[in-house]
């Protein structure tokens, strides 16, 4: 598959602060990213996503950056909480595959009250 | 939203026997559904793409004999591990391709935990 990794494989703030979780991708055609957090036990749940004609959008308390120039993607987490902990992976995928999506290797991240 | 399950959601085998795993999307049709292995701490890894009414395009290195999988309909999927051993335990997780607008989405199933004795 694609080589999508994450920087960091745990992250650990505090309750209120913001939270940012990076992601470096390899596939220069990939053109669709999304975010996902997975809660453990759980299947990943969609959080945001971006297409390759952006490079920022927002959510509810969360953005997504995107830097083509050096392939990266990071998840900015506004006002982070506590049921925020979990894992996070971002995931890519380009139109040569097929609309076959890649993971990274996740962050975990633990919220501390 | 798109609703994705999956059955069972955790099964404890025996060695040499098969399992059988059901993805279904529960209120959208999805002709390409893709299946995930997850070991403990560790990310996804695509296993498979399912197509409806067509064979099953595996990933580099999955065994195609070893892993059935079978899209009979626009709303299931299934796997089957055969001869099932220790090694394939793991958490398998199914997810449903739904066209949206410009774009495909994925949604995932919660998983299914196979435990292999």
């Known amino acids: 598959g694609e080589n999508v990794g994450l920087h960091l494989p745990t992250l650990s703030v505090q309750e209120g602060d913001n939270s940012i979780i990076n992601c470096a991708y390899s596939?220069?055609?990939?053109?669709?990213f999304i975010w996902y957090k997975q809660e453990s036990g759980k299947g990943p749940q969609f959080i945001i996503d971006?297409?390759?004609?952006?490079d920022k959008r927002q959510g509810q308390r969360v953005t997504v950056l995107l830097n083509k120039t050096v392939k990266h993607l990071s998840l900015q987490i506004a006002a982070t909480q506590p049921g925020d902990s979990a894992v996070y992976f971002c995931a890519e995928t380009s139109p040569n595959t097929g609309n076959q999506f890649y993971f990274g290797t996740g962050t975990s991240l633990t919220v501390i009250p | 939203g798109a609703v994705v399950s999956q059955h069972p959601s955790r099964v404890i085998c025996k060695s040499g026997t098969s399992v059988k795993i059901e993805c279904r999307s529960l209120?959208?049709?999805?002709?390409?559904m893709f299946w995930y292995r997850q070991f403990p701490k560790q990310s996804l890894m695509l296993m498979a793409t399912?197509?409806?009414?067509?064979?099953?395009?595996?990933e580099q290195g999955v065994e195609k004999d070893k892993f059935l999988i079978n899209h009979a309909s626009l709303t299931l999927s299934t796997l089957t591990v055969t001869s099932a051993h220790p090694e394939d335990s793991s958490f398998y997780i199914c997810?449903?391709?739904?066209?949206?607008?410009?774009?495909?989405?994925?949604?995932f199933g919660p998983g299914t935990r196979l435990t292999v004795l």
């Open positions: 399912s197509n409806e009414g067509s064979k099953a395009t595996y």
């Open positions: 209120d959208f049709q999805a002709t390409t």
């Open positions: 596939n220069s055609a990939s053109d669709y």
């Open positions: 997810s449903a391709l739904l066209g949206l607008a410009d774009y495909n989405e994925q949604f």
């Open positions: 971006i297409r390759s004609n952006m």
